[in-house]
């Protein structure tokens, strides 16, 4: 650990000394976000090659579109190699074990989250490769591991006593507050129920980028763009001044959780290098899974998991399709779309697959700004 070693050798890093300067947020976080890419682009090349010979390819799942005709919109990608969120976990807990504050519990408790998710999502991408086909971990089983790390995150929230979150203008503590969006005068204390709500925002937000990994860098370049904000969020947060101007809580360990976002984005753009259209390979339900948790995890840590709906909105409208789609056939025998996920139905009307990241990531760059600035608005 880069910043235990500088603080073991050197004293406190926050003395006037040359190495003062690592021990500022802003610069941990830039090197994070370097050296995280650095890892992915360096790496990728053999852990491409290693997954390839493995033969552990992407299996495509047929869809009937009429009659006994089958179709497949993606029958290309069939053997790509997948499970590439290994790659994107590995360059971004490296940087996070050596830039981040090792004392900060908030740190630990994302990267928990984010390996117990890339674990079930390995699991469902080993089961699928070994059977060769699109079955990986039952729905049930899925959703089962997805709560409990969230009841987890929920029993850690409620129990810390060294996160201090303070809320000045209400002069009232406690990290089991929820903060509304435009509203600087309501924060409900969930209490116990923080738990299960914990559960909720992380399954949710999991399942939905789950469901956004569908082509080439889309859900990379998303989750990427939906980083940004929490990277500003979680610095805000840090900072009393600031939280105390913009009505928000202030969450004195949310500064490293930026740090760990630096990473997570350097290390998501080293891995579109090799995922852009055309993919040289997929992050699979390791990535999709294990990404979805983290920012779900730092959003409710940071107390602004409303805010997922709209700086992540394009991941809340990729979810919201497939419920209408399948509410829509169960009870009225009619689709709404000519497939779901959304993306998938501008494939079948033909849309280029770049015209459609392209546009995807144009709306998600949108809703994460205009989630971003409704920090002001209250």
């Known amino acids: 650990m880069f910043y235990l070693l500088l603080e073991t050798c050197f004293g406190d890093l926050t003395k006037e000394t040359a190495l003062r300067v690592f021990g500022y947020t802003t610069v941990r976080a830039a090197c994070a976000m370097a050296l995280a890419f650095l890892v992915s682009l360096l790496l990728g090349p053999a852990c491409i090659r290693r997954l390839a010979a493995l033969k552990v390819g992407q299996q495509v799942r047929e869809f009937r579109t009429s009659g006994t005709e089958q179709f497949n919109i993606h029958q290309h990608k069939a053997g790509t190699p997948t499970m ?205 899974l294990s990404l979805g948790a983290a920012i779900g995890a730092v959003a409710i840590l940071c107390k602004q998991e409303l805010l997922l709906v709209l700086i992540g909105g394009i991941f809340v409208i990729e979810a919201l399709s497939v419920v209408l789609q399948v509410g829509s056939y169960k009870w009225r025998g009619k689709r709404v779309f000519l497939m779901s996920p959304l993306h998938n139905h501008f494939v079948k009307k033909g849309w280029h697959e770049s015209k459609i990241i392209a546009r995807f990531l144009i709306v998600a760059t949108l809703l994460a700004l205009a989630g971003l600035s409704t920090l002001k608005l209250r």
């Open 84 to 288: 590439g969120g290994l790659l994107i976990i590995i360059a971004t807990l490296l940087p996070v074990v050596l830039f981040c504050n090792p004392a900060n519990s908030y740190v630990w408790a994302v990267a928990g989250v984010m390996l117990g998710a890339g674990l079930l999502g390995f699991a469902d991408d080993f089961l699928k490769v070994s059977r060769r086909n699109h079955r990986g971990v039952s729905v049930l089983a899925k959703l089962t591991v997805q709560v409990a790390l969230g009841c987890l995150l929920g029993v850690f929230l409620y129990f810390i006593r060294d996160s201090g979150t303070y809320y000045s203008h209400l002069k009232v503590a406690g990290a089991h507050h929820l903060l509304v969006p435009f509203l600087k005068n309501l924060y409900p204390d969930l209490g116990l129920f923080i738990i299960p709500w914990a559960a909720f925002v992380l399954a949710a937000t999991s399942n939905a980028v789950n469901l956004t990994d569908g082509l080439d860098g889309l859900a990379i370049g998303a989750v990427t763009i939906a980083s940004l904000p929490y990277i500003a969020i979680a610095y805000l947060a840090s900072r009393f001044d600031y939280a105390k101007f913009l009505y928000i809580a202030h969450v004195p360990q949310a500064g490293d959780l930026g740090v760990f976002l630096c990473a997570l984005v350097g290390a998501g753009m080293g891995f579109l290098w090799f995922n852009s259209h055309p993919a040289e390979v997929f992050m699979g339900d390791t990535g999709s």
